[in-house]
Nanobody, 121 residues
Framework: VQLQASGGGLAQAGDSLRLSCAAS????????MGWFRQTPGKDSEFVAS????????GYADSVRGRFTISRNNAKNTVYLQMNSLKAEDTALYYC???????????????WGQGTLVTVSS
């Protein structure tokens, strides 16, 4: 199983970016996929997750209303639309796949590499 994250880059505060996470090498219809982020010296932070079958979503309070997670099951791809970016959104963002839905990293079975998002104020 491989998860390939992409879409990071440099943005200014208030800008938007869209991250993608493409899954391959397995069957993911009953999985949930999520986005996490990490900055140096800090623990990983849950950002958002989505059930691939139902589309049910969950968000961290820090991003709710600004970020939207969505999926394209035909492409085994999950997206994270990030609007109204803030400097504090700067982090390495990475995606994971889990058989169970929730914000805890321990639920996740597979992880992709990160994509760096840098937001300047």
């Amino acid at each position: 199983v491989q998860l390939q994250a992409s879409g990071g880059g440099l943005a200014q505060a208030g800008d938007s970016l869209r991250l993608s996470c493409a899954a391959s090498g397995g069957t993911f219809s009953n999985y949930a996929m999520g986005w996490f982020r990490q900055t140096p010296g800090k623990d990983s932070e849950f950002v958002a997750s989505i059930k691939l079958l139902s589309g049910e979503t969950g968000y961290a309070d820090s991003v709710r209303g600004r970020f939207t997670i969505s999926r394209n099951n035909a492409k085994n791809t999950v997206y994270l639309q990030m609007n109204s970016l803030k400097a504090e959104d700067t982090a390495l963002y990475y995606c994971g796949a889990a058989r169970r839905f929730g914000p805890a990293t321990g639920l996740y079975d597979y992880w992709g590499q990160g994509t760096l998002v840098t937001v300047s104020s």
